[in-house]
């Protein structure tokens, strides 16, 4: 049997992410062949994964992050079984690790994310290798980008609420594009402006209102008229450059925007929540 070495076992883990104790096994059992140990482990994580295939991974962490430039940003989750492995240090930079990825190399969507190189593998593949480390089913569940003059990332203490936000324009005060992450974050906005809610939640809107209406009593003739009031509200609540600044409520996020430049606005936003 070939001499395992700590060197070999210390670059095995790091390739892999597994325990030394592991690495060392794999190492044993394929008589030193780095490949075949790589292999092992691979597959010891999709044998656990598809023990726990059934297993619900409602836990996890939500990331964001911005690129050097600040011009790119990614928000991801992944998921785990549990909240102690959603704590765990070595889990966080394990996601942290893909959060880059995605932040650096820009993939179209969740699919290419899982697709790119990562270790000698593919994300996809390394996450199911985790499970194996990990013993928890685990997801790379959700991922988007934007893309714009300034993005600004957010994460809330806990990692289970992320933000991502991009602007027309890049500026000194950052304390601006931060606050507007915090806005999202806080505030829950289901589109940037009136415009950009779809049909089908402005109809939503419009019917919930008429029932409400009509519940209270009020006269057929006056339900359309009365809906439309509570959409221009729903407007105001829930759109985030019509929404009251949460730091200052005299002014609206496109006011407090527009007191820092004209031309400044939001191009677009990401906000991604597990239950809290």
Do not use: W
Request: a neutral charge; one cysteine or more.
């Amino acid at each position: 049997m070939a001499a395992i070495n700590a060197a070999d076992v210390a670059k095995l883990r790091r390739v892999t992410l597994a325990g030394m104790m592991d690495c060392k096994k794999a190492l044993e059992e394929s008589d030193g062949n780095f490949d075949k140990a790589i292999e092992i482990i691979r597959k010891k994580g999709q044998a656990v994964a598809n023990k726990r295939a059934d297993k619900e991974a409602s836990e996890g962490v939500v990331l964001s992050k911005v690129s050097g430039d600040g011009k790119a940003g990614a928000i991801i989750v992944l998921n785990s079984e549990t909240d102690f492995v959603a704590k765990n240090a070595d889990f966080l930079a394990f996601a942290n690790k893909i959060l880059d990825l995605a932040v650096t190399k820009k993939p179209a969507n969740l699919e290419a994310l899982k697709s790119l190189p990562m270790d000698g593998g593919k994300v996809g593949e390394k996450v199911v290798e985790y499970v194996g480390i990990i013993g928890e089913k685990l997801d790379l569940s959700y991922f988007e980008k934007i893309e714009a003059a300034h993005v600004q990332a957010y994460i809330h203490p806990g990692n289970r609420l992320a933000t991502l936000v991009g602007f027309t324009k890049a500026g000194s005060d950052v304390q601006v594009y931060k606050d507007v992450a915090m806005q999202i974050a806080a505030m829950n906005p289901v589109a940037i402006d009136k415009d950009f809610v779809p049909e089908s939640v402005i109809a939503q809107e419009i019917e919930i209102g008429k029932e409400q209406a009509r519940r209270d009593g009020k006269p057929e003739e006056m339900l359309e008229r009365i809906a439309q009031g509570k959409l221009t509200k729903f407007f105001k609540e829930s759109t985030l450059l019509n929404q009251d600044f949460v730091k200052d409520n005299k002014m609206t996020i496109r006011q407090y925007l527009q007191s820092v430049s004209k031309d400044l606005t939001v191009t677009d936003f990401k906000r991604f929540t597990l239950n809290l």
